[in-house]
């Protein structure tokens, strides 16, 4: 009786439940593989779109969560110590940032200008040579000749000319024979100016001071004319052509300071002036061309390198600075904890120029907050901290002297929306007065369960 009531059960579900896979042939299945394929790169293209927007929130919310769920499990008494600093206003440079390249003070091929052996190479590759010190020394030995031949013939011309002007003075012999003699002379003279002149072409000597470079061929090689030999050059000063955008073009000139950052010296700042500027800008790229030195006189600088270079062209006056262990990164976004009360929130600014450990703060702060310097990976908003370095801060404070009576009114920023982030605190009304900084420290450091 149970087995006929199975058998039954069994063909009400093969009815119900009809075989999918038996549907399933064999011109369908390229086009089921091509549609899980393009939804799978249709999710992972929206992923990617969306991921600069979803992730900072998603990251936010989670952050928030895990920090509510901290608080709870540890009865909402969670204090963080952290070290903070205020902000305060300074000078700032000015500064223009770009690249450039190191070249050479003086620099050139040496090239033979004849065809000739080389007999002799006076040089060590590398050293130091001195202006006019002879380099290389090809064989002369028909040169020389040549130059003794057009002396013996210009001594023979010059006695014929002696002789025949002495004969014409006594009107003995004619002028034509005089004018030839004259004439004879003069072309001995420029035949041996010749002569010498090859014959110097048969050294090459140091057009300056320098360092010579490495040679490709040896004493015995057979060289052509205009051949390239070896390269002298002179690195001391040394050179930084750098280029800087059009709208910049008045903010340069001549006797300005120049930061330079090598690679192969990156703990090094080495210092430059601005020797020269470029008459005109370049027709493809809209830049002014500018020519900077420094003095080199170690020698570790080469022509080649690159460099990374911030142009200083003024000074900047009262401007808000925090140093830069007080901003932290979020993709894009820069951001500062604030601390306001004895609580923490998170704060989006806008930086600028970055200058000795300290960051040019353009928008999101005002003089006198309390920014976070150390600590901030275990910050959430609105979590309460003890300040560890709050004594030491009131004290260089109080030796500043007392701050200002009325805060000024912080600059709004528009930007785009943030779960997290912390709205810039509205100015006190003018009938309440401002806090001193000893009061407002004092608040600060309040313990959060009692404020």
């Known amino acids: ?211 010579i470079g490495l040679i490709d061929v040896s004493a015995g090689a057979y060289v052509q004319a205009a051949q390239d030999l070896v390269k002298l050059v002179d690195n001391t000063p040394i050179k930084i052509d750098f280029k800087v955008p059009e709208q910049n073009v008045h903010d340069v000139g001549v006797g300005q300071t120049a930061e330079l950052r090598i690679d192969g010296f990156p703990d090094e700042i080495i210092m430059a002036s601005v020797a020269s500027v470029d008459a005109s800008l370049d027709a493809v790229s809209h830049s002014l061309s500018l020519r900077a030195t420094t003095p080199n006189d170690q020698g570790r600088l080469r022509a080649g390198m690159f460099a990374h270079i911030s142009l200083i062209v003024g000074e900047k006056g009262n401007t808000m600075v925090v140093p830069e262990s007080a901003v932290t990164r979020d993709g894009e976004r820069e951001f500062v904890w604030i601390i306001m009360r004895g609580k923490t929130g998170r704060r989006r600014v806008i930086t600028g120029t970055r200058e000795a450990g300290k960051v040019e703060i353009i928008q999101g702060l005002r003089t006198d907050e309390l920014v976070v310097t150390a600590g901030q990976i275990k910050l959430g908003e609105g979590t309460s901290v003890n300040v560890t370095n709050l004594e030491s801060l009131e004290e260089a404070l109080k030796e500043e002297g007392e701050a200002e009576a009325a805060a000024p009114k912080p600059t709004e920023i528009i930007l785009a929306p943030h779960p997290v982030d912390v709205a810039v605190p509205a100015p006190e009304t003018a009938s309440s007065a401002a806090p001193t900084p000893a009061e407002e420290a004092a608040k600060e450091a309040v313990d959060p369960a009692t404020a």
């Open 1 to 211: 009786m149970h087995g006929k009531s199975n058998d039954k059960i069994k063909v009400i579900i093969n009815m119900q439940l009809p075989n999918f896979f038996s549907k399933i042939t064999k011109d369908k299945i390229p086009f089921i593989i091509g549609g899980v394929f393009v939804g799978a790169l249709s999710l992972w293209v929206l992923g990617k779109v969306l991921a600069p927007w979803v992730r900072p929130t998603i990251k936010d919310a989670c952050l928030t969560f895990l920090d509510l769920k901290q608080d709870r499990a540890s009865g909402g008494s969670r204090v963080v110590d952290v070290e903070a600093v205020r902000v305060t206003t300074g000078t700032m440079t000015k500064r223009i940032t770009t690249v450039g390249k190191l070249r050479a003070n003086e620099e050139v091929t040496l090239r033979s200008e004849m065809a000739g052996r080389i007999l002799e190479i006076n040089f060590k590759e590398g050293e130091a040579v001195e202006k006019d010190d002879l380099l290389i020394q090809f064989e002369n030995a028909d040169l020389v000749a040549e130059v003794s031949l057009a002396e013996a013939e210009l001594a023979m011309r010059q006695s014929d000319h002696e002789r025949i002007t002495k004969l014409r003075s006594q009107n003995i012999e004619s002028v034509k024979k005089f004018d030839e003699t004259k004439a004879g002379l003069a072309v001995a003279e420029a035949k041996l100016e010749k002569a010498k002149a090859q014959l110097a072409k048969s050294t090459i000597v140091a057009p300056f001071s320098g360092n």
